[in-house]
């Protein structure tokens, strides 16, 4: 837990008010603020949000007691951001495989990299990753872990309180080109069971685990097929990898006669528990299967900029009403976990192909939110600001330089194209204040880097490109001499 001291723009009596009700969920009025629903009718209004025992209680204006109160009167009030894309496992690895392509970033260095991982360094990795998504705003992740120590990263996110879906990488084929090696089917599955037992419900339902296969590429048939099985008979979520690069994605309808979308269904994993990322190269029959069937789309601009991958086609996946979500993915393909960029990225890339009004920015805000839910499963409780959900709240400034003047700005504009990470002053999980005025309060953040920073070099030591990444000068922060 954080020491007074590490507030130093916060009084005391402040510090121990938001520790107690963090730690008791006891009642908080977020008053005065700029109420950004997301509600069926989207209604935006200036008024208080009152909390009591992690669920948002009423919305309106009150002079009722409570045990704290936040003044919003400058702030926007958000339901908090939900990504559906994430590898908390890869943030130990920002910034050590820039510019080259999936393929070539996978084989030369997060495979490897991964490999190289212990339990220790995959926590430190989670918990990286963690701290920035709730600095960000984000409360909510589907997260899918390599095949060891997924342990570490459930255990991160217990501790982290925020909330999360997330599962082990599922491999049992070595993929050409990419070098990557699974476990036998009978070991992938055994562990899943066993990370699903251990912690699928943690926290009165605020960690959930789902069966992750990394893609068609890397998976056999018969896990898939039954993968599909326990999805079907425990109703867990699927979340897999599908048509993130051209020649792969032609690669897999070589080998198996049938594209990704097509091979899943066949496998019987189509279905609206499937949520698959990236979703680039999807033919005509491939995005038919998805409308049809329910499965959901995670988009992940930045990365599929980053690694050359391609444009997904949203605008015409979300015309055939199927459900886009938005996720960073990992931050060596990216190198940040910011949803503001997400929004920002998804909103201006999709118009020179399809017109300036594609994507407006109320669109692409409920991607970020209850598209995200909806992805999950969770839109009875999280996703927007509403009577009875459960208080999965950001608080985001409004009156900086870059976005300002903002008394007459659409709201939703303000968010997707002015506002970013470093504006977020408050983020709540369920009605407990996880980040406030730039500062964690489950854990000191000094401390997260400073174990991430020890512990990359610990895995740099164990890869054989390790010595190609040199200190810099007075810094524990690693740099690339040669890139890949």
């Known amino acids: 837990m954080l020491e007074a001291t590490c507030w130093a723009t916060v009084s005391k009596l402040e510090f121990l008010q938001v520790m107690s009700v963090t730690e008791n969920k006891a009642s908080i009025l977020i008053k005065g603020g700029w109420l950004v629903t997301m509600n069926r009718q989207r209604e935006i209004k200036q008024g208080d949000l009152l909390i009591e025992d992690g669920i948002i209680k009423a919305i309106g204006h009150f002079k009722g007691p409570a045990r704290l109160t936040i003044d919003a009167s400058e702030m926007i009030v958000l339901p908090g951001f939900i990504q559906t894309h994430v590898h908390l496992c890869q943030v130990l690895f920002r910034g050590l495989a820039d510019d080259v392509d999936v393929v070539d970033w996978l084989k030369h260095r997060i495979w490897p990299l991964e490999n190289a991982h212990d339990e220790e360094s ?6 990286l990753g ?3 998504l709730l600095a960000g705003g984000t409360t909510t992740i589907l997260a899918m872990e390599t095949t060891r120590h997924t342990d570490a990263v459930f255990q ?14 599922m491999m049992d084929v070595q993929e050409p080109g990419t070098e990557m090696e699974g476990q036998d089917s009978r070991t992938v599955l055994a562990e899943s069971k066993r990370l699903w037992r251990s912690w699928h419900g943690r926290d009165n339902g605020r960690l959930q685990y789902a069966l992750t296969p990394r893609g068609p590429r890397n998976c056999s048939p018969e896990l898939l097929s039954e993968i599909a099985r326990l999805s079907a008979e425990e109703g867990l979520l699927v979340h897999s990898h599908a048509a993130e690069n051209g020649p792969l994605a032609e690669r897999v309808a070589r080998e198996t006669g049938v594209r990704d979308v097509v091979l899943f269904h066949r496998l019987g994993l189509a279905s609206p528990r499937l949520v698959l990322a990236h979703c680039i190269w999807l033919d005509e029959q491939e995005l038919e299967l998805a409308a049809s069937t329910g499965i959901k789309v995670t988009h992940c601009p930045s990365a599929n900029l980053k690694l050359s991958s391609g444009f997904a086609k949203i605008p015409e996946m979300r015309s ?3 459900n886009v979500s938005l996720g960073a993915d990992g931050a060596p393909c990216n190198n940040n976990l910011d949803m503001f960029n997400e929004m920002r990225l998804a909103a201006l890339i999709h118009k020179p192909r399809c017109g300036p009004r594609t994507l407006p920015a109320e669109e ?5 939110t209850l598209g995200g839910a909806r992805a999950l499963g969770l839109e009875k409780e999280i996703g927007s600001l509403e009577v009875g959900k459960k208080a999965d709240v950001t608080l985001v400034r409004r009156d900086r330089f870059h976005s300002s003047p903002w008394q007459r700005v659409p709201l939703p504009s303000q968010i997707v194209y002015s ?3 470093g504006d977020v002053d408050t983020t709540l999980v369920e009605g407990r204040i996880l980040y406030r005025h730039g500062r964690l309060t489950m854990r000191a953040g000094n401390d997260i880097v400073e174990a991430a920073n020890t512990a990359i070099e610990r895995v740099l030591e164990r890869v054989p490109f390790g010595r190609e990444f040199g200190r810099q000068p007075g810094s524990r922060i690693w740099s690339s001499e040669r890139g890949v």
């Open 320 to 322: 055939r009403g199927i």
């Open 156 to 169: 991160a996110l217990l501790e982290s309180g925020m909330r999360a879906v997330a599962g082990n990488a």
């Open 122 to 127: 995959i926590y430190c990795s989670a918990w």
């Open 364 to 368: 692409v805000l409920e991607m970020a």
């Open 130 to 132: 963690i701290a920035e």
């Open 419 to 421: 506002l970013k990470a």
